[in-house]
């Protein structure tokens, strides 16, 4: 089970111009999506922490992303 909403994620499948999108699909590209996620927090987490911060900002997620 996910945490993103399957509603939330179909509106980005068809943004990317599907014209239907199916439950299971929705749900499997959440599933894909939070796990990036996670391992994008991980690493922003521990960019922050070498910067001296208790705080996760934009710029750590930014970084995170690029680096993965």
Do not use: C, F, Q
């Amino acid at each position: 089970m996910t945490e993103l909403p399957s509603a939330a994620v179909d509106r980005i499948i068809r943004k990317s111009g599907a014209k239907r999108v199916s439950e299971s699909a929705a749900r499997a590209l959440a599933e894909v999506l939070e796990e990036k996620a996670i391992l994008i927090a991980n690493e922003a987490a521990k960019l922050a922490e070498h910067a001296g911060r208790r705080t996760v900002r934009d710029v750590d997620i930014r970084m995170a992303a690029k680096r993965s």
